[in-house]
């Protein structure tokens, strides 16, 4: 009992640290250690051996991205291209479909595979300009930003191929497109339910005279309107992320013969591990592509101005890339604590003669949001339960399609409290505070995670698949 204690008064803490704008970094090893001292674990083992060595990992994998994300989120502003696209959009769409625009945006690249955090650098400075045309208080851009990224195609939309959507395979023997209906039926309730939000905070704001505002800071460089570079052109970056990386992906690593030589001397690489590294490969390589296009579409604007842009990248994705792993260190000691199990069986035993549909989205959400990564909460809760899930599946006649899409969507609901890595890191990237603009992301959260449990009531009534 004293442990569970410990794990929810250090998740209490690093939330209300991290929600009145204090480093991550510092703080959720503290809170960590202190969960594992009201476990009875020693302190600096918990600290070199458990939380280090995960932070490490994270950062490993993840840090060409950030990197790289960053510097191509910073040549589209110092290029033009981020503004003469929003400049674009707004004449085109108007001013009311601004918000819609951003959304689309997020949701494209995101579904097109680009990792969530370089979808965040990357729509940024787009989506800062267009909502300074449209004079929408930036305070809404990271809710914004976060609905078309974080939500429907991060989980729900049948193929997409993040993480959160590729995880559950192999506990239920199912692909990236299990449960269509369900997925599409969900996206378009959180797509059309997040716009409506939205707007309503737009038109609020606006109505009590509120603006984009002023002061703000981390805002893309300003650029003059004379000598931006043509609208479709200055898309062509963005959409080369896209199309190199599903080429790469689909087309041309699967065809070569990677394998026979990463696995031997001097790589050494798993062979189970290779798929997913040349994913990443991918990615890595169309993002520099990105940023040569970047710099190339305004090589006036860019003429002096590529090592700012540059430094500037590289100087924001480390504190980006820090954040977002010191919550995965703080997330895997919290897992690794007797407490955390207790909680974790607590969770299955909710609904035990109901569906297994119910007790799993809300242990996928608690641990989610326990952890503050949707893929750490999921794979900790199908490793530990997803034997069990499926037989009770089983056992009342539902497909393990069905586990599947309600175990991906749950762990893209309750991941995004304060201390959620890619919340922070989307706020830094915007120059918001917590107090600022968390409270439309919960919003938006609030409403991704009632989609889930609303579409487990309908599965009942209708029984799609």
Avoid at 196 to 224: D, F
Wanted: aromatic content about 10%; glycine content about 8%; some cysteine.
């Amino acid at each position: 009992m004293l442990g569970v204690i410990g794990i929810l008064l250090s998740l209490v803490l690093l939330m209300y640290m991290a929600y009145k704008g204090f480093s991550v970094i510092v703080f959720a090893p503290i809170f960590a250690l202190l969960a594992a001292i009201f476990s009875g674990l020693n302190v600096l083992p918990t600290y070199t051996e458990i939380f280090l060595p995960n932070l490490g990992k994270y950062v490993t994998v993840y840090f060409p991205f950030f990197l790289l994300g960053a510097i191509f989120g910073k040549t589209m502003e110092q290029s033009g291209a981020a503004k003469s696209i929003a400049k674009t959009i707004v004449q085109k769409l108007g001013k009311k479909r601004a918000m819609l625009s951003v959304v689309l945006s997020a949701a494209i690249l995101t579904y097109g595979g680009v990792s969530l955090f370089v979808v965040a650098f990357a729509v940024y400075p787009f989506a800062a300009s267009i909502f300074k045309e449209a004079d929408i208080p930036k305070r809404l851009v990271p809710a914004t930003i976060a609905l078309g990224a974080f939500t429907f195609t991060m989980d729900a939309l049948p193929g997409t191929p993040q993480i959160q959507n590729s995880i559950p395979m192999k506990f239920f023997n199912t692909d990236l497109y299990a449960a269509p209906v369900m997925g599409i039926l969900g996206s378009i309730i959180i797509l059309t339910s997040g716009m409506a939000y939205l707007e309503w905070r737009k038109r609020k704001a606006q109505a009590a005279g509120e603006g984009y505002g002023k002061k703000h800071t981390n805002e893309p460089i300003m650029v003059e309107d004379d000598n931006l570079p043509n609208a479709l052109i200055s898309a062509i970056p963005l959409i080369s992320v896209l199309v190199v990386t599903l080429i790469l992906q689909k087309l041309i690593f699967p065809n070569w013969n990677i394998m026979s030589w990463v696995t031997k001397e001097p790589y050494n690489m798993l062979s189970k591990g290779v798929v997913g590294t040349m994913n990443n490969w991918a990615l890595m390589i169309a993002l520099v592509i990105g940023i040569i296009l970047a710099m190339a579409i305004n090589p006036k604007r860019m003429r002096g101005n590529i090592a700012k842009a540059i430094n500037a990248g590289a100087i924001g994705s480390l504190l980006a890339v820090l954040n977002t792993a010191s919550e995965v260190g703080f997330g895997n000691v919290i897992k690794t604590l007797p407490g955390f199990q207790s909680i974790a069986h607590a969770l299955t035993n909710i609904n035990p003669n109901g569906s297994p549909l119910i007790s799993e989205a809300i242990t996928v959400n608690v641990l989610s949001g326990v952890t503050g990564s949707a893929s750490g909460g999921m794979s900790i809760a199908l490793d530990t339960f997803g034997k069990h899930y499926l037989a009770w599946a089983s056992s009342t006649g539902i497909s393990p399609q069905l586990l599947h899409r309600v175990a991906a969507m749950a762990s893209g609901g309750m991941d995004t409290l304060p201390h959620n890595g890619a919340v922070i890191t989307l706020l830094g990237i915007a120059g918001l505070t917590h107090k600022q603009a968390y409270k439309d992301i919960f919003a938006i959260t609030i409403i991704k995670t009632a989609t889930c449990f609303l579409l487990i009531g309908l599965q009942s009534i209708i029984h799609f698949v």
